[in-house]
């Protein structure tokens, strides 16, 4: 196991404006053509390899991409170009920890803003983060740190992190319960275990559920989450869904309303760890007041990256969830209606191994990024 290690450590490579380096990206390769799924076929195309355990991509408005690595790089990839931007905040790398989720601003080609999370802190306690930045050639500039989680905790587990435009103008940015303490994610004076809603300057709706109500943290949007790592709001019905791990057996599709409390740990469907038995902090696997899952992925998906398939070459598939896996390496295809899944089918199982992001790009093709230290981006480009 690589030891844990701060990014302060790197102190030349924080340096605002320096160019951290540029190289030239490996030429795509296709891997397999032709692949055949229930209703679709699609190619699986390789884009760019040497990743070392990326995060997310994003799509920026100038037709590059951006790829985070959990160990504290943030790619940009132009054409056959890559280069590592500089000019990040300091970031604290342990285990689970590092940087992690990347989204454009809806409005990017006009204002420039790219938002991201990462741990924050010191090697003894971090918090999940949220900043926005600009590039400036090279390097971010205008950095703006918009939101800390209030409850530091060790370092390591259970950080969330992923961010979710709305389509009001405000953003979602999910916080996993940190680990240590899981009965946490029914405090809600504390963000651990929740969504916090934000308009895009980190600043309060006035309309945030608990906004005027004592004793609940006025940005949080529902609670009593484990640790959602995929979150996605639906074009046609406006649905908001995330998947969600839980524990040995428990991972979870919710549908999630303002204001609601999913349960984690008093009510789950998993069960401990080390003993197989019920989670010790559970009173039930489910419990009156609480929100049910819409869907249990079982076998256990370790669920990650969430996509809507939106128009695109993929007709069969507009509308589904896209769910990629880490521990099942694959993803699941869901077909939703009137809020339940119907229909599930498996995808690239075994075939590009632990899969941590699932985006669709302007192009309509399917971008897969996997979780190896020496990981690739991939797309999905459909047979005509």
């Known amino acids: ?23 030239v990206a490996s030429a795509e390769e296709v891997i397999e053509t032709g692949v055949a799924s229930e209703y679709e076929s699609f190619d699986l195309i390789q884009v760019v390899d040497d990743i070392s355990h990326g995060w997310a991509v994003a799509f920026l408005s100038d037709g590059s991409k951006l790829v985070t690595e959990r160990g504290g790089a943030l790619l940009r990839i132009r054409e056959q170009e890559r280069q590592t931007l ?27 803003w790219i938002y991201f999370t990462y741990s924050s802190g010191d090697a003894d306690a971090t918090v999940p983060a949220l900043a926005r930045a600009r590039i400036d050639g090279d390097s971010l500039v205008d950095l703006e740190v918009l939101f800390e989680s209030n409850t530091a905790t060790s370092p390591g587990r259970h950080y969330g992190s992923r961010i979710l435009f709305l389509e009001d103008g405000t953003l979602l940015m999910t916080i996993g319960d940190r680990g240590a303490e899981p009965p ?19 600043s309060i709706p006035s309309d945030n559920p608990f906004v005027d109500t004592d004793g609940y943290a006025p940005e949080i949007y529902s609670y009593g989450h484990r640790n959602i790592q995929g979150i996605v709001q639906h074009p046609e019905t406006g649905e908001i869904w995330v998947t969600e791990h839980g524990p040995r057996g428990g991972d979870e599709l919710n549908r999630i309303e303002p204001g609601e409390n999913y349960g984690w740990p008093t009510a789950t469907l998993g069960r401990d760890y080390r003993t197989e038995d019920t989670f010790p902090d559970a009173e039930a696997r489910r419990r009156e007041g609480m929100i049910d899952p819409a869907f249990e992925f079982l076998p256990t998906l370790a669920p990650s990256g969430l996509a809507v398939v939106r128009d695109s070459g993929f007709g069969h598939w507009e509308g589904n969830l896209l769910a990629g896996g880490l521990r099942a390496e694959r993803i699941l295809r869901l077909t939703i209606e009137d809020g339940e899944v119907v229909h599930a089918e498996e995808l690239l199982r075994d075939m590009v191994g632990r899969i941590r992001d699932v985006r669709q790009g302007p192009d309509g093709h399917i971008y897969v990024l996997n979780d190896a230290a020496d990981g ?5 480009e459909p047979v005509q």
């Not at 690739?376 to 999905?380: E, I, S, V």
């Open 1 to 23: 196991m690589k030891p844990s290690r701060s990014i302060s450590a790197l102190a030349t490579s924080l340096i605002p404006g320096l160019l951290l380096s540029v190289s």
């Open 86 to 112: 500089a000019g990040l905040p300091e970031i604290q790398v342990h285990n689970q920890g590092g940087l992690l989720d990347v989204v454009p601003h809806p409005d990017h080609a006009d204002n420039g």
């Open 184 to 202: 946490r994610a029914q405090d809600p004076m504390d963000h651990s275990g929740s969504v916090v809603r934000l308009h895009k300057d980190g």
């Open 376 to 380: 690739a981006l991939y797309r999905l």
